[in-house]
């Protein structure tokens, strides 16, 4: 039942690999949120939010702490030790104020720390599995748990982690064939053919891809698929809320860590790099207390500021300090955006940091990557959006002025944090003890595997025959 006069409950659903722009929310040709669309509604939208450090692990750390890499000191995927503890993470503040704390699916991560419970399920999949119903795995752990915390005294936080659309892409029926109807393993189709090609990766995607697959059209479809399937599951959610009279005093927020590159840029079907289909990810508050139905907000904002706004919208004033802003200024139209200009950071397979602002990305190689990408990469956002044409060449006074900014912004950081940049002190990354930094492109496309190269063959051997 709703507690009249108490502090608001929160729910905040993060959404891994979730792209702003294959949602129907965000004016995508295919309706693949719904519900989501139709919750939206009922709050704010926020139309540029951006998750500044890629990949999960750094993503997180911002949106749990209200902190940038400076702050939090974390930037790699694969983190090595806890979060700074001098750094508390949102499920501790509001533990300290008296909320009870469950996190479903995100265990082990440095920036979960400080729930009360922590539940997991099965996130993940493999062809020779079936179908993957990993959103309803969610849901029937989460369920008994949100009645628990309904049935309590006091006002509740929970985190749930969403597996979906993450690869592999595995959702299951109707959802796999909801957008696509051709045939996957055309073998006039040679769309796949530089993917499976990818040494890297090919045997990761042999796990989880239809064997003799040809065309990428149909992967993309999965991916919609999905997100179409997280969105109907959330639906549960929503009418869980609504049946127990909590829905209007529970604070919703429905975010991405980061989005996903499918078939652009050649970082096949993974969230590495920082382009915008990794960078721009949804952002969904509804409070009708403290918000208003059917807003969408266009101003730039970030993970940064998500913290220091549900602490806003609770009520809650704490002496922590906050990298991020309440974005309650932009909804009450008081500010355009908070950051229009940002620092980014990418250190998944590849080691870089970068420049965005609402005209150019700037893209800077800490190391050689194994795409075989340039040093310096260029992006004119306004006439190409999309991020097709490096014109670093072309443009060198652009770079340098870029450059100087992001420099300049990064030393102020340093000096005000007393911390160094955490994305040149990375050491072995990538995973691989006593290797550090790659000297050159081949060098890591040799190094870096994922996947189980015994059983993708014996998938290759069964498709051939």
């Not at 990408?373 to 770079?399: Q, S």
Request: aromatic residues 10%; glycine residues 8%.
């Amino acid at each position: 039942m709703s507690r009249s006069g108490e502090r608001p409950n929160i729910l905040l659903i993060g959404v891994d690999s979730l792209r702003a722009d294959h949602m129907s929310l965000y004016g995508y040709d295919r309706l693949t949120t719904p519900h989501i669309d139709d919750f939206a509604r009922q709050g704010v939208v926020f139309e540029n939010t951006y998750s500044a450090h890629i990949p999960t692990t750094s993503a997180y750390a911002s949106m749990l702490t209200g902190r940038d890499c400076f702050g939090t000191q974390v930037v790699a995927l694969r983190h090595k030790g806890p979060l700074r503890p001098e750094v508390r993470t949102l499920a501790e503040i509001l533990r300290g104020e008296g909320y009870d704390t469950s996190c479903v699916g995100f265990s082990g991560n440095p920036s979960s720390r400080g729930f009360d419970r922590y539940f997991d399920y099965a996130a993940w999949g493999m062809w020779s599995e079936g179908r993957s119903p990993k959103a309803d795995n969610l849901n029937a752990v989460t369920i008994p748990e949100l009645d628990r915390l309904v049935d309590g005294t006091a006002p509740f936080f929970l985190f749930l982690r969403h597996m979906d659309p993450h690869a592999p892409y595995l959702p299951p029926a109707p959802f796999e064939r909801m957008f696509y109807h051709g045939d996957e393993c055309d073998p006039a189709n040679t769309s796949m053919q530089p993917v499976m090609e990818f040494a890297p990766f090919r045997d990761f995607f042999a796990l989880w891809m239809p064997p003799g697959i040809t065309d990428k059209d149909y992967v993309v479809a999965q991916y919609d698929g999905a997100i179409a399937y997280l969105d109907a599951s959330l639906q549960t959610i929503f009418t869980a809320l609504e049946a127990r009279g909590v829905l209007d005093n529970t604070i919703v927020v429905l975010n991405g860590d980061h989005g996903e590159t499918l078939y652009e840029h050649e970082c096949w079907f993974d969230h590495h790099g920082m382009y915008d289909n990794v960078l721009h990810v949804p952002l969904v508050l509804r409070y009708p207390a403290k918000l208003p139905a059917g807003k969408r907000v266009a101003g730039f904002n970030q993970h940064k500021d998500l913290v220091p706004t549900l602490l806003d919208l609770a009520g809650i004033a704490v002496d922590d300090t906050f990298d991020g802003r309440s974005l309650t200024a932009m909804v009450d139209g008081d500010t355009d955006d908070l950051d229009r200009e940002f620092y980014i950071t990418e250190c998944t397979w590849m080691r870089k940091h970068g420049w965005r602002t609402p005209e150019w990305k700037l893209i800077v190689a800490l190391e050689p990557d194994f795409h075989f990408k340039p040093e310096i990469e260029l992006y004119d956002l306004v006439n190409d959006p999309e991020e097709n044409t490096n014109l670093a060449d072309a443009r060198p006074d652009v770079v340098a002025d870029l450059r100087a900014r992001m420099d300049e912004w990064t030393s102020r950081r340093e000096r005000e944090t007393g911390l160094p940049n955490p994305i040149h002190h990375q050491g072995d990354w990538h995973g691989h003890d006593g290797v550090g930094a790659f000297k050159s492109s081949q060098q890591a496309y040799d190094t870096l595997h994922i996947g189980d190269p015994r059983q993708a063959a014996k998938l290759q051997a069964e498709s051939r025959k």
